[in-house]
């Protein structure tokens, strides 16, 4: 009796034991739940983390909807919709809006949300001193008024129609007195994430905010791996080190992952527009018929074959397909050395000029320039290629703008703006477009906006400040269980607060 006792025992030992080994072991545990832990790949490695106080759209794809949030928000969509604006009416002269606000939010520190917070965001982003990088966004706003802590009134010097979807980009997040100085190495928001760790040159990881005020995530952390490498993207993937990579770099791979029955392949749209933007300014790009030359030089059609393995659509202005109004120039300057040649010949370009392109990591710029250099050598362009490290692109070809040529994808939505700017890296200056788009922003009418967005594609492609390459793809490739990722990019995001595991 003794003996049964104690084998009996010794069984239940075993049995529970076996089970607690069971639900530990990974991939196949009998009685484990879905995971919830992600860990997904980027591309490059954000500058710092504060989407106020950067342009390079890396920390947006770190930061939007995870740790930071604004008034108004972009859906998978693309449509504006309510975040931390709950609600808002429009005065009828369209100047004033009034923003219902949610209740009970704090930072993840505990500040508190209200219209102060507001009114300090906003005042900040378009103080004299800001540092915001799209500090035009906020030009019209006249002032913020807190009628109440929970209403915020903000009126602007003029109808702008874009206003709405404008304070839904990453540089137009909320952000507190006391961290907004600290931002850049230790975010602090009111989303469904918080801050954990950073380690430079490897990974950002972030964990569930136990005091958001919205639905709690199904994630309990988030790791954002930096692999920019086409083959080690592809090998972390393959190898399970990657649960998913949204943007992934490597299409030349896409084929291999949708045999493999453990991935999902999801070829989406992004903002982006790859270009060789050239410094306007320098010589010989200050003369529109070398900017079109170059536009007759390159076939699009093989560069988008050759740097993106045929994904991606050919673009002839600064705007995507899937935007509204969207004019198809892709023609414009059909390949044609020939036209090229006479054209730089007509402008007193020299063969055997020379000028340096310079590229960033992405493997789009690295692919695409050698192609580009190739294409400009057979109309007697000498173009040099000259990759540096994105932290040097950010410093020398975007804020100094000291550079000849460069090729870059712009993955903002619908920045026909940027072309209006007093000043912007690649120095595009035209009267005309800066009448047209004073007329664009101030348009109420539906059908005038869309109107006069394609009379802004056209000038563009008329003036071809930068040389319109094509649309950069989404190219998503995830674990298969995973469920939540977009499809579509409206925004350079990674938004992962609907993201979970499916059983």
Known sequence: MRYRTRRSAILSAATAIAATTLALLPGGAALAGPPDTLTLGIPLEPPGLDPTAGAASAIREVTYANIFQGLTRIDPKGEVVPDLAKSWTVSPDGLTYTFSLQSGVTFQDGTPFDCSIVRFSYDRARAPDSINAQKQLFEPIAKVACPNPATAAVTLKRPTSTFLYDMAWGDAVMVAPKTAATNKTHPVGTGPFSFSRWVPGDRIELVRNPHYWGPEPRLASVTFRVIGDPAAATAALLSGALDAYPNFPAPEAVPKFRHDPRFTVDIGTTEGKVILALNDARKPFDDVRVRRALAYAIDKKAIIEGAYSGLGTPIGSH?????????????????????????????????????????????????????????????????????????????????????????????????????????????????????????????????????????????????????????????????????????NDPMPINDVTGVYWAK
């Open 319 to 487: 705007y995507t397909p899937q935007d509204p109004g969207y004019v198809d120039l892709a023609n414009t300057y059909p390949y044609d050395p020939a036209k090229a040649k006479a054209l730089l010949a007509q402008a007193g370009v020299k063969p055997g000029t020379s000028f340096t392109i310079m590229l960033p990591p992405p493997s789009y710029a690295q692919r695409g320039g050698e192609l580009i250099a190739a294409y400009l050598q057979q109309v007697g362009l000498n173009a040099k290629l000259s990759s540096v490290e994105w932290a040097k692109w950010l410093s020398q070809v975007f804020t100094q703008s000291d550079f000849d040529a460069t090729v870059i994808a712009h993955t903002e939505s619908r920045d026909l703006d940027i072309y209006a700017r007093p000043h912007y890296y690649f120095n595009y200056h035209s009267a005309k477009y800066d009448a047209l788009y004073a007329q664009y922003i101030a348009a109420t009418d539906p059908a005038k906006q869309i109107a006069l967005a394609q009379d802004l594609q056209r000038q563009l492609a008329t003036d071809e400040p930068n040389i319109f390459l094509f649309a950069l793809p989404k190219i998503g490739i995830w674990n298969a269980k995973l469920r939540g990722m977009w499809s």
